[in-house]
T-cell receptor, first 112, second 114 residues
Framework: GQQVMQIPQYQHVQEGEDFTTYCNSSTTLSNIQWYKQRPGGHPVFLIQLVKSGEVKKQKRLTFQFGEAKKNSSLHITATQTTDVGTYFCAGDLWGSNYKLTFGKGTLLTVNP | EAGVTQFPSHSVIEKGQTVTLRCDPISGHDNLYWYRRVMGKEIKFLLHFVKESKQDESGMPNNRFLAERTGGTYSTLKVQPAELEDSGVYFC????????????FGPGTRLLVL
C-alpha cells in the first residue's frame, strides 16, 4: 500500500493567502524531495531535504523535514497566481534502493 | 544543458497493440528511472537503471512491460500487448553518478489504450 501520505488533496486560496501541504511517511526516509507540476506539465524538482529537522527556504516557499525524518511540509507565504499547480512530495525510503515513493499530491488553485 | 526528453509525447493505441516509449536522460546521468501515473493515482516507480544494468525493477506491473537501456544511454519501455489499464502518463527521470541525487523528470508520454 501507499507509504507516503500527502494532505490536503486540494486547496483553493485567495491570492495573498498562505498555503501548506503536509507529507507523512510510514517509514523513515533517507531524504525527501518536493516537486511542482503545472497543469499539463511534468514534475519539476524544487528541493531536496536530507537532514533531520532541516528547514530550507526559496523566496516565499519554506520546506521542513521532521526530526524523525518521517514527515515534511511545504509552506507558501502570500500565494500568487503563478503558484498554481500540483505539489508532490517524494520520499526516498531507507532500503528502497533510491526509488522515489510519491505522495498523491496537493492541487493548489489561487483565485486572483 | 538539455533536459530529459521523451518520445512520443502522446500515443493512442488499441488494446492488444504494442507501444514503445523512449527516454533520453540528461547527458552524463548514469541513473535512469521510469515512473507511471495512472489517472487519479499517485506517481509510481517502475524501474531503475544504473548505466545499462537494471538496478531495481520491482515496480514493473507484469511481464507485458519490457525496459531496456542498451549502451547505458537512452532507454526504451515496451508494452506488449497493451491493456486498457496501461493508460496513463509515463515519466522518465535521470540523476547523476550516485543514487540519492536529485531526479530530473522528463515531460512524460501520455498513453491511451482504447
Amino acid at each position: 500500500g501507499q507509504q507516503v501520505m500527502q494532505i490536503p488533496q486540494y486547496q483553493h486560496v485567495q491570492e495573498g493567502e498562505d498555503f501548506t501541504t503536509y507529507c507523512n511517511s510510514s517509514t523513515t526516509l533517507s531524504n525527501i524531495q518536493w516537486y511542482k507540476q503545472r497543469p499539463g506539465g511534468h514534475p519539476v524538482f524544487l528541493i531536496q531535504l536530507v537532514k533531520s529537522g532541516e528547514v530550507k527556504k526559496q523566496k516565499r516557499l519554506t520546506f521542513q523535514f521532521g526530526e524523525a525524518k518521517k514527515n515534511s511540509s511545504l509552506h507558501i507565504t502570500a500565494t500568487q497566481t503563478t503558484d498554481v499547480g500540483t505539489y508532490f512530495c517524494a520520499g526516498d525510503l531507507w532500503g528502497s534502493n533510491y526509488k522515489l515513493t510519491f505522495g498523491k499530491g496537493t492541487l493548489l488553485t489561487v483565485n486572483p | 544543458e538539455a533536459g530529459v526528453t521523451q518520445f512520443p509525447s502522446h500515443s493512442v493505441i488499441e488494446k492488444g497493440q504494442t507501444v514503445t516509449l523512449r527516454c533520453d536522460p540528461i547527458s552524463g546521468h548514469d541513473n535512469l528511472y521510469w515512473y507511471r501515473r495512472v489517472m487519479g493515482k499517485e506517481i509510481k516507480f517502475l524501474l531503475h537503471f544504473v548505466k545499462e544494468s537494471k538496478q531495481d525493477e520491482s515496480g514493473m506491473p507484469n511481464n507485458r512491460f519490457l525496459a531496456e537501456r542498451t549502451g547505458g544511454t537512452y532507454s526504451t519501455l515496451k508494452v506488449q500487448p497493451a491493456e486498457l489499464e496501461d493508460s496513463g502518463v509515463y515519466f522518465c527521470a535521470s540523476s547523476q553518478a550516485y543514487s540519492g541525487e536529485t531526479q530530473y523528470f522528463g515531460p512524460g508520454t501520455r498513453l491511451l489504450v482504447l
